[in-house]
Nanobody, 121 residues
């Protein structure tokens, strides 16, 4: 069993900052890509940022220069530092971790439970 636990969402004024965390635990053999997605009301889930095992990051154009993804491999944790937040960043944020479970041979996607981020104008 693999569990992902997110934390760090909340309400913030425009221009403020938040930091999200997502920790993976359980029967994990190895972790590949870690990242974040978001889903606003009435919209499809979209990529926010990802980071490979080697540290290569990828960002949605809408968040470049404002958000920073990072990971602590020793803690199986991925972070999302969000600065200069805008009302349009309001969404439920989901962490996504691509990993191989123990006694498995395939990469599988796991999702966090989601955390609400609300940015007021």
């Amino acid at each position: 069993q693999v569990q992902l636990v997110e934390s760090g969402g909340g309400l913030v004024q425009a221009g403020g900052s938040l930091r999200l965390s997502c920790a993976a635990s359980g029967s994990i053999f190895s972790i590949n890509t870690m990242g974040w997605y978001r889903q606003a009301p009435g919209k499809q889930r979209e990529l926010v940022a990802t980071m490979t095992t080697g540290g290569r990051s990828n960002y949605a154009d809408a968040v470049k220069g404002r958000f920073t993804v990072s990971r602590d491999n020793a803690k199986n944790t991925v972070y999302l530092q969000m600065n200069s937040l805008k009302p349009e960043d309001t969404a439920v944020y989901y962490c996504n971790i691509n990993l191989i479970p123990w006694r498995d041979s395939q990469l599988r996607d796991y999702w966090g439970q989601g955390t609400q981020v609300t940015v007021s104008s």
